[in-house]
């Protein structure tokens, strides 16, 4: 099995930065992709960023565009998601999945077989 475990959420005002962070253990071998989705209360969860792993490339939500990067460090199996200029409305657990499929489906959830618990994020006006 494949273990996911986020870490870096928190309190920030808003127009601040923040760094999640998700380490990977257990099965990680082929490996395809890695991706952060958030789930705002009472909404569905939504796709926010993707990276392949192999490759590097990368792929945003458009709300998310500009004002996050994602980025992995393949030795220590993580991944991480820089968000700047954050407002209320990106408060929401935020969640780090992973892919080991290739073509399937990049922008829900149903293309990630593998997530950690999530971490909170807040962000305040």
């Known amino acids: 099995q494949v273990q996911l475990v986020e870490s870096g959420g928190g309190l920030v005002q808003a127009g601040g930065p923040l760094r999640l962070f998700c380490a990977a253990s257990?099965?990680?071998?082929?490996?395809?992709?890695m991706g952060w989705f958030r789930q705002a209360p009472g909404k569905e969860r939504e796709f926010v960023a993707r990276?392949?792993?192999?490759?590097?490339?990368?792929l945003y939500a458009d709300s998310v565009k500009g004002r996050s990067t994602i980025s992995r460090d393949n030795a220590k199996n993580a991944v991480y998601l820089q968000m700047n200029s954050l407002k209320p409305e990106h408060t929401a657990v935020y969640y780090c999945?992973?892919?080991?499929?290739?073509?399937?489906?990049?922008?829900?959830?149903?293309?990630?077989?593998?997530w950690g618990q999530g971490t909170q994020v807040t962000v305040s006006s």
């Open positions: 999945a992973l892919d080991k499929t290739i073509g399937g489906v990049v922008r829900a959830r149903e293309g990630y077989a593998y």
């Open positions: 257990g099965r990680t071998f082929s490996t395809y992709a």
């Open positions: 990276i392949i792993w192999s490759s590097g490339t990368t």
